[in-house]
């Protein structure tokens, strides 16, 4: 089976940094994607880690340790079009994702 | 470059109804892969198409079906809807050699 688990909501201020975490049981592992979600649209990608480390991408980094089974998102400089869901995905065989809930965010002036 | 489309955008069935929805590729792409999203809650892998043939599947009873086609589109469809099948439906699609997974707008399906 996949477990992955993501807290469910959090608040920050605007121009502040949050970190959202993610930790994962699952039968295989061939990398971990981070998704944004807007209510009611599609998922949009943001970034994927498959070795452990730090990738950065603007504003957005994200940080993997496969022997933990944990990864974050950081958010940096945060503006009032961040608030949104963040899911988290796993890799497992054929190209296949299994999702968190999704982290709620919600930017606060 | 097309990204992932989806139809219908929106979709009002009643129990015991079939519903079919359709998804275009991203240009490039050969997989398509479909997740059913709850209220809520994360999106669920329903199935992925490769070559026309299904290639993984989910925790999904068989009246989730779905079919892929030479040009690479697909369609979802759903027999004996159940209130419970009431959620937003996703395509993504995606290289099959492990390539990042885009997804397409979705189609909201409310089943009364």
């Given at each position: ?32 994607f981070w998704y944004q ?7 949009t990608f943001l970034s ?9 991408k603007?504003?957005f980094?994200s ?10 998102l ?12 963040y ?23 | ?112």
């Amino acid at each position: 089976g996949q477990n992955i688990d993501q807290p469910t909501e959090m608040t920050a201020t605007e121009g502040a940094i949050v970190q959202i975490n993610c930790t994962y049981q699952t039968s295989g592992f061939n990398g971990l994607f981070w998704y944004q979600q807007h209510a009611g649209e599609a998922p949009t990608f943001l970034s994927y880690n498959v070795l452990d480390g730090l990738e950065e991408k603007g504003r957005f980094s994200s940080f993997l340790s496969r022997s933990k089974g944990y990864s974050y998102l950081l958010l940096k400089e945060l503006q009032m079009k961040d608030s949104a869901s963040y899911l988290c995905a796993v890799r497992v065989g054929n190209n296949r994702l299994a999702f968190g809930k999704g982290n709620q965010v919600v930017v606060i002036p | 470059e097309t990204g992932v489309t989806q139809s219908p955008t929106h979709l009002i069935k009643t129990r015991g109804q079939q519903v079919t929805l359709r998804c275009s590729s991203q240009s490039g792409h050969n997989t398509v892969s479909w997740y059913q999203q709850a209220l809520g809650q994360g999106p669920q892998f329903i199935f992925q198409y490769y070559r026309e043939e299904e290639n993984g599947r989910g925790n999904f009873p068989p009246r989730f079906s779905g079919l892929q086609f030479p040009n690479y589109s697909s369609e979802l469809n759903v027999n004996a809807l159940e209130l419970d099948d009431s959620a937003l439906y996703l395509c993504a699609s995606s290289t099959h050699e492990g390539g990042t997974q885009y997804f397409g707008p979705g189609t909201r399906l409310l089943v009364l």
